[in-house]
T-cell receptor, first 113, second 112 residues
Framework: DQQVKQNSPSLSVQEGRISILNCDYTNSMFDYFLWYKKYPAEGPTFLISISSIKDKNEDGRFTVFLNKSAKHLSLHIVPSQPGDSAVYFCAASVRGGADGLTFGKGTHLIIQP | SQTIHQWPATLVQPVGSPLSLECTVEGTSNPNLYWYRQAAGRGLQLLFYSVGIGQISSEVPQNLSASRPQDRQFILSSKKLLLSDSGFYLC???????????FGPGTRLTVT
């Protein structure tokens, strides 16, 4: 049973445009959500996070939106740059996160020149 | 600043051989430590987590075990590797009470 779902395996966006990556979850106990960026053969890098008490968090070019009623979150990257090409993972945690994160399968973002 | 190390970076082992992967964290005390595995075309699956020395919790039944002999050291082991143990193994840490986890560079394990 996949509790965190990223339904788009890949996404292609033109450089300078907005990239929108989506994530859905099923577990109502999740109270914290995170986005990670991963290059091949490297560990994931933390990008941005949001608590379930908020509906938006912004950090530079990255903004995460949370819709709790729909159990949906999205990551917006504006403007998209060539270095943004990577696999993006959505993750969620329960009760302070000490017992680990639940990850989606990832979306491969490709920024085209 | 905090740093997390993993070694080796790549490993090729025959079926039935033992395994030992090591992870160490610098620049922090009393971290929560985690082992994840990424199989080909899949997301990251949590294998083990630890909130203190000697305290290990396992998320899924498997052929692997973990140990935490020191505060900032986390070891992933197996007595006899299976083909299905192949994958990309990642160690991560978080601070006590923190949600964000920070990952090491990973170990690519191929069981032949």
């Amino acid at each position: 049973d996949q509790q965190v779902k990223q339904n788009s395996p890949s996404l292609s966006v033109q450089e300078g445009r907005i990239s929108i990556l989506n994530c859905d979850y099923t577990n109502s106990m999740f109270d914290y959500f995170l986005w990670y960026k991963k290059y091949p053969a490297e560990g994931p890098t933390f990008l941005i996070s949001i608590s379930s008490i908020k509906d938006k968090n912004e950090d530079g070019r990255f903004t995460v939106f949370l819709n709790k009623s729909a159990k949906h979150l999205s990551l917006h990257i504006v403007p998209s740059q060539p270095g943004d090409s990577a696999v993006y993972f959505c993750a969620a945690s329960v009760r302070g996160g000490a017992d680990g994160l639940t990850f989606g399968k990832g979306t491969h973002l490709i920024i085209q020149p | 600043s905090q740093t997390i190390h993993q070694w080796p970076a790549t490993l090729v082992q025959p079926v039935g051989s033992p395994l030992s992967l090591e992870c160490t964290v610098e620049g922090t005390s009393n971290p929560n430590l985690y082992w994840y595995r990424q199989a080909a075309g899949r997301g990251l699956q949590l294998l083990f987590y630890s909130v203190g020395i000697g305290q290990i919790s396992s998320e899924v039944p498997q052929n692997l075990s973990a140990s935490r002999p020191q505060d900032r050291q986390f070891i992933l082991s197996s007595k006899k590797l299976l083909l299905s143990d192949s994958g990309f193994y990642l160690c991560a840490w978080s601070s006590r009470g923190g949600h964000e986890q920070y990952f090491g560079p990973g170990t690519r394990l191929t069981v032949t």
